[in-house]
């Protein structure tokens, strides 16, 4: 069994409103999976629902070989840690240090041991200098990484993100794909929301597509590109460069490396 | 005379350590779009408020430099006046909402109640952006149980309701996806057919390639680069300062330089296909 396995899985809302038809999904610690659809295709319940913080109204979720729905919200997010799609969801403390350290504080870690994992929680995600910094002195966009390092700090195995590269500037979305690749090499799993397609298709290799609240499509990101059909019921569009190489009949093409490969090596304009 | 005009403007936050923003200059002319680009913290923010006002009437300081809208300077302007003149949707959408209305539809009207325009313009103005934006199926939810995405719609509907001559967008589409950010650059298109001036702050550079004219790259508070949308953006050098190139011309780019090849370099998808036609290869 996988680490993470959503069996037949669906969220309907107290009000009545289904979030989540019907979801079935599996994930190996290890890997890294973008999740892309637009808007209300149900992105954000699903995630809600491998972390513990929403439980199934039917079929069920299992982590690490048992049912979130056997264990307390707090067990399960020590195994699958969620950063929210708006940091001031979650950020209270009025230090950065103490933000990161708070989950470990409250969870009784030896004082001693704090320091260390939070030094490295607060690195990984570029906020080593700003520790004692006021979490609300940073731009907005900054504090969705100390919201990412409160996640890290707990050790969790599998780290979901959610929306991460919204409204990020290229240095943070560099930032974004450092710590993906690092958390992944760690042996952990990371499940990222994204609407950035070019950041989708350079930095994972699995994608899942929803779109009308349940999973369309799920397989290589390479894959998912070509499919024209998929990407029209998605409402999704390929990266720019893949549409330029797309109108000039290179199907295959989804990268620069790809494309450079593809063309020419002489002017465009002689060829023409 | 330029609609929006700032002449060596300096200004540092109260508590601030530096100057957030330090002897900016530019000029937008009515029906422009100007893409404010940079790093996040370079300034983009405090630009939009100092040209809506709200420094130093809201945060306060004293600025260097002038400000003018349409030839007169900012401080002249009166509140009410400030609010038709310029219209302004804030950065971060989960703060965007007033909270003191219950449905999407009141909010929208909030700022024209506020005007004291008459209910049934009302009604239809509001009608109309509630059609431009796609929010029917949202219009009698919470505005406070709504998405980041759908808020962010709901702000811009507000911003547009009172038709003021210059919109500032702060990061407008930062929580949308791919097809409500098309239609955001849609309706910026069409702001800009009516005349309109807008000021935009947005990271999605290959949409601001196709949609502005003018662009200016701030990095530490200053104006590190400025011009024509076409120049700037083809311009390798914007790396260096922590702006970001549309993917299509940092492929060229790079294709040139690896090549040794002079091919022109597009700015984006349809720009490529203008210059290189239908067939490239």
């Known amino acids: 069994m996988a680490y993470l396995e959503l069996d037949k899985v669906g969220y309907t809302y107290p009000n009545g409103y289904q979030a989540l038809r019907e979801v079935s999904l599996s994930c190996e610690l290890g890997e890294a999976v973008a999740i892309i659809g637009r808007n209300g295709a149900g992105k954000t319940t699903m995630v809600k629902l491998m972390n513990g913080l929403l439980k199934p109204t039917h079929g069920r979720v299992m982590v690490d070989g048992t049912s979130t729905d056997q264990e307390d919200a707090a067990h399960v997010a020590a195994k699958v840690g969620y950063v929210f799609q708006n940091p001031d969801d979650q950020i209270f403390q009025d230090s950065i240090r103490r933000e990161i350290a708070y989950g470990l504080v409250k969870k009784h870690v030896a004082r001693d041991r704090i320091g260390g994992r939070v030094a490295w929680a607060a690195e990984v995600c570029g906020l080593g200098d700003s520790l004692d910094s006021h979490p609300y ?136 | 005379m330029s609609v929006i005009s700032l002449e060596h403007v300096g200004y540092r936050y109260p508590l601030g350590r530096e100057d957030a923003v330090h002897d900016v200059s530019f000029q937008v002319e009515q029906g422009q779009v100007c893409a404010l680009l940079g790093a996040n913290g370079s300034g983009k923010t405090t630009i939009c408020n100092l040209i809506r006002g709200f420094i130093p009437r809201f945060y306060r300081g004293e600025p260097t430099g002038q400000v003018q809208l349409a030839g007169r300077p900012v401080e002249q302007y009166d509140d009410a006046e400030l609010t038709e003149t310029v219209g302004y949707s804030f950065q971060n959408p989960f703060t965007q909402m007033s909270g003191v209305k219950d449905n999407v539809r009141e909010e929208i009207a909030y700022a024209l109640e506020n005007l004291g325009v008459e209910r049934e313009a009302m009604a239809a103005r509001v009608d109309a952006m509630i059609d431009l934006l796609h929010l029917d199926d949202i219009a009698d939810a919470n505005p406070l149980e709504l998405s980041g995405g759908q808020r962010q719609r709901v702000a811009i509907a507000a911003v547009l309701v009172t038709d003021p001559p210059i919109v500032v967008l702060d990061e407008p589409t930062s929580q949308l996806d791919p097809q409500s950010t098309e239609d955001v650059f849609n309706i910026i298109a069409l702001l800009k057919r009516q005349g309109k001036t807008v000021i935009l702050v947005e990271h999605k550079i290959d949409l601001v390639a196709r949609y502005s004219d003018l662009v200016i790259l701030m990095e530490g508070g200053r104006v590190a680069m400025s011009g024509p949308a076409r120049r700037v953006l083809t311009d390798p050098q914007v790396l260096d300062h922590g702006g970001q190139l549309p993917e299509v011309t940092r492929f060229f780019l790079e294709r040139n330089k690896k090549l040794g090849l002079n091919d022109p370099v597009p700015l984006s998808v349809e720009d490529a296909i203008k210059r290189y036609g239908r067939k490239g290869a």
């Open chain 1, 137 to 272: 002195d940073l731009p907005f966009s900054q504090r969705k990484f100390v919201t990412i390092a409160s996640a890290l700090v707990m050790d969790p195995q599998v780290l979901i993100l959610d929306e991460p590269t919204a409204g990020q500037d290229r240095a943070a979305t560099d930032l974004l794909a450092g710590i993906i690749q690092q958390v992944t090499a760690m042996g952990k799993t990371v499940i990222t929301i994204s609407h950035d397609m070019e950041f989708v298709t350079r930095h994972f290799q699995r994608g899942i597509v929803m779109a009308d609240r349940q999973i369309l499509m799920d397989g290589p990101i390479a894959r998912i590109f070509r499919d024209d059909d998929l990407l029209e019921q998605a409402h999704l569009a390929r990266p720019y460069l893949a549409q330029l190489a797309q109108a000039w009949g290179f199907h295959d093409v989804l990268t620069s490396e790809d494309f450079m490969a593809a063309l020419p090596q002489t002017s465009l304009l002689t060829n023409q």
